[in-house]
């Protein structure tokens, strides 16, 4: 299916309907609590303790560069921000994975009229799948997460890490939400990032869309449930031959 890349942004508003029909609801449930209580501590520790980090993390400055303390704020700020949501959202997923796939594979079966074969799995393979898949999203996560978080304290290369950042964090919104479906495809950790790349500017643009709504207040307690949905709806219309 040939698309605009921009159709990226419209597959979480199709996720958010999607996850009110009645034969999807049900497996929403306890990923939205899940998250709910998750961003609930998230925006606790936010008010508690970002000024905290912010003092912790900015680089003291002589009085001559005095100029540059309000930008450096700023990009700090983005990158504790992505940084915070991004684990946040691991640990959300890593503790949804079993029940995430479960819905993929309902939301599958909603629009194909035919459920993927993992759907016949045992609770204890798919939790055993499931938390395999966010270990490796964990690893390759770090692997690139500490190169440009050290880059972030090398002036000037600091500058242009909050780019990169949002670059990244984008990307990797797009691997967690297309891991369910493409997993239930059985695809392997290569191979769904593979396929993604086969329509990068679709997949970061999901991705991006993904993680700024997730910094909404309030709107982001639906964001997983919907995000699930919608990378399933993407697996559907752009990727029906995944990259094995």
């Known amino acids: 299916m040939i698309s605009n890349p921009l159709s990226g942004a419209g597959y979480l508003i199709k996720g958010l309907q999607l996850i009110n029909k009645p034969g999807i609801r049900p497996f929403v449930i306890i990923p939205l609590l899940i998250n709910s209580l998750l961003f609930a501590g998230l925006f606790w520790f936010l008010g508690s303790e970002f000024s905290n980090l912010m003092d912790s993390w900015l680089p003291a400055l002589p009085d001559w560069l005095s100029w540059l303390n309000g930008l450096l704020w700023l990009l700090f700020a983005i990158v504790i921000l992505i940084v915070l949501f991004f684990s946040f959202t691991i640990l959300a997923n890593l503790v949804g994975a079993p029940f995430n796939s479960y819905l993929s594979a309902a939301v599958e079966k909603q629009l194909s009229g035919q459920a993927p074969a993992a759907d016949d799995d045992s609770f204890m393979q798919v939790l055993k799948k499931s938390l395999s898949g966010e270990f490796?999203?964990?690893?390759?996560?770090?692997?690139?997460?500490?190169?440009?978080?050290?880059?972030?304290?090398?002036?000037?290369?600091?500058?242009?890490?909050?780019?990169l950042w949002l670059l990244f964090g984008a990307w990797m919104m797009s691997i967690e939400y297309a891991d369910y479906?493409?997993?239930?495809?059985?695809?392997?950790?290569?191979e769904i990032r593979r396929t993604l790349k086969?329509?990068?500017?679709?997949?970061?643009?999901?991705?991006?869309?993904?993680?700024?709504?997730?910094?909404?207040?309030?709107?982001?307690?639906?964001?997983?449930?919907?995000?699930?949905?919608?990378?399933?709806?993407?697996?559907?219309?752009?990727?029906?031959?995944?990259?094995?």
């Open 136 to 163: 490796k999203k964990i690893l390759y996560f770090a692997l690139w997460a500490i190169p440009l978080f050290i880059l972030s304290f090398i002036p000037p290369l600091s500058l242009i890490t909050p780019l």
């Open 181 to 190: 479906p493409l997993g239930n495809q059985g695809l392997t950790f290569p």
């Open 198 to 244: 086969q329509k990068p500017f679709l997949s970061l643009i999901f991705g991006g869309t993904v993680m700024l709504a997730s910094m909404i207040p309030v709107f982001n307690f639906l964001i997983m449930p919907a995000a699930v949905a919608g990378a399933t709806a993407m697996r559907v219309e752009q990727f029906p031959k995944p990259a094995h």
